[in-house]
Each structure stands twice: as C-alpha cells, then as structure tokens.
Antibody, heavy 125, light 114 residues
Framework: QITLKESGPTVVKPTQTLTLTCTFS??????????VGWIRQPPGKALEWLAL???????RYSPSLKSRLTITKDTSKNQVVLTMTNMDPVDTATYYC?????????????????WGQGTLVTVSS | DIVMTQSPDSLAVSLGERATINCKSS????????????LAWYQQKPGQPPKLLIY???TRESGVPDRFSGSGSGTDFTLTISSLQAEDVAVYYC??????????FGGGTKVEIK
C-alpha cells in the first residue's frame, strides 16, 4: 500500500523560504519509472501543479514558478523535499505530494495516485 | 500552457439521476502517434485529497465504480456519473498531461444533491 505524508511549517512569513518534506512508503524512488510530484491548492480554489522528480533524479518544474522552486530526493530516507523561495500571501495553500501513477511509466507523462493528505501553509506576517 | 476549462462550475442532481461534467482544453490533447487522449479526472471530497478516477480520458482506475465514465476526444471531454449516489458529492477536476512542460488542471466542478 502506497502512502505519502507532507510535513513542514504551518505558517511562514513573507519573503521567507518554505521547506516541505514528503515522506512516503510502499514504493522506492530508486525503482525505474517512479516519480513524486507536488501540487498545491489555495483555499477554495483549484489545483496547481508545482514540480516533479523522477527515479533518475530528472526534475520538472512549473514554468511560472520555476525560479522559486527546488525539488530533491533522499532515496535512503524515502523522502522528497520541496523548497519555495520568497513566499508571499498568495502562496497560502494546501500543499500535496503525490505518487506518479504506475500506468504513466514508460509514457513520459504524469498523472498522480495516490496523494498525501496535504499540509496547509499560511503566509502571513 | 494548455488551459483546461470546466463547466459548469457547480451542479445539483437528484439521487439516482445522471450528472455530466465538461472539460475543454485550449488545444488538442489527442496524441496522434498512439491515438490516446492525455486526460485524467479526479474526485475531491470535502477535507480530502484528490482521488484518481479516470486516465487516458476513459480508462477507469481500479476500484472506481462503473457509474463513473469518461468520454471525449481532442479538446472536448466529459465525465459522467450515471446514477448519482450520496457519496459522490465532491468537486471534480480534469488534468491534462499532454504537455511535457506543464501539467494543468481545470477549475473544478462541484457536484451536490438536489
């Protein structure tokens, strides 16, 4: 059974850097084809994809946020870390990590299942 | 980016009746080399993360009830709930994965009981 859980600060101040950790079980991020993504959702709003990291350390970023994002993995700890710099109140959202769907392997494309429960991050001074 | 537009924003359907949700992409997400539509549908119940329902526009995820079906091709897609159950109250999102540069989601459609 695949599970993912996000952790990190619940409140950050404007201009600070956010660091979120996704701790997962039930799969290995060293196995061919595996990937973990980050998606966020402002309160009452739609989903926005942020970043993805593959088993081979290849990385993809949302073009609109690329300059602010860094995604890394620690295979030995079964963790993926997302950092976002220069946080602003508009970045207030629930941040989810999610497993790249098994059927996506070999396609070069990405959709996600399952997702973690998410962590709400509020940006406020 | 490929823009995904869902309609309606919300709908209220009686129990046992059909619910139809639309999703339109700003460009075709049908890949000619494999004739597949690069679209997924998710269900998000209140206070929960999204759950995958359908991928390749019409392939139901394992364990998803067969009252959920996806259809469409090119730029126009539909998620149909053939007989709405109380547990189907949720917000539904489409997502395109045609673009290798950016994954994008629709704005969501809220389904309620009439």
């Amino acid at each position: 059974q695949i599970t993912l859980k996000e952790s990190g600060p619940t409140v950050v101040k404007p201009t600070q850097t956010l660091t979120l950790t996704c701790t997962f079980s039930g799969f290995s991020l060293s196995a061919t084809g595996v990937g973990v993504g980050w998606i966020r959702q402002p309160p009452g709003k739609a989903l926005e994809w942020l970043a993805l990291i593959y088993w081979d350390d290849d990385k993809r970023y949302s073009p609109s946020l690329k300059s602010r994002l860094t995604i890394t993995k620690d295979t030995s700890k079964n963790q993926v870390v997302l950092t976002m710099t220069n946080m602003d109140p508009v970045d207030t959202a629930t941040y989810y990590c999610a497993h790249r769907h098994v059927a996506a392997v070999g396609t070069g494309r990405n959709w996600f299942d399952p997702w973690g429960q998410g962590t709400l991050v509020t940006v406020s001074s | 980016d490929i823009v995904m537009t869902q309609s309606p924003d919300s709908l209220a359907v009686s129990l046992g009746e059909r619910a139809t949700i639309n999703c339109k992409s700003s460009q075709s997400i049908l890949y000619s080399s494999d004739n597949k539509n690069y679209l997924a549908w998710y269900q998000q119940k209140p206070g929960q993360p999204p759950k995958l329902l359908i991928y390749w526009a019409s392939t139901r995820e394992s364990g998803v009830p067969d009252r959920f079906s996806g259809s469409g091709s090119g730029t126009d897609f539909t998620l149909t709930i053939s007989s709405l159950q109380a547990e189907d109250v949720a917000v539904y999102y489409c997502q395109q994965y045609y673009s290798t540069l950016a994954l994008t989601f629709g704005g969501g459609t809220k389904v309620e009981i009439k």
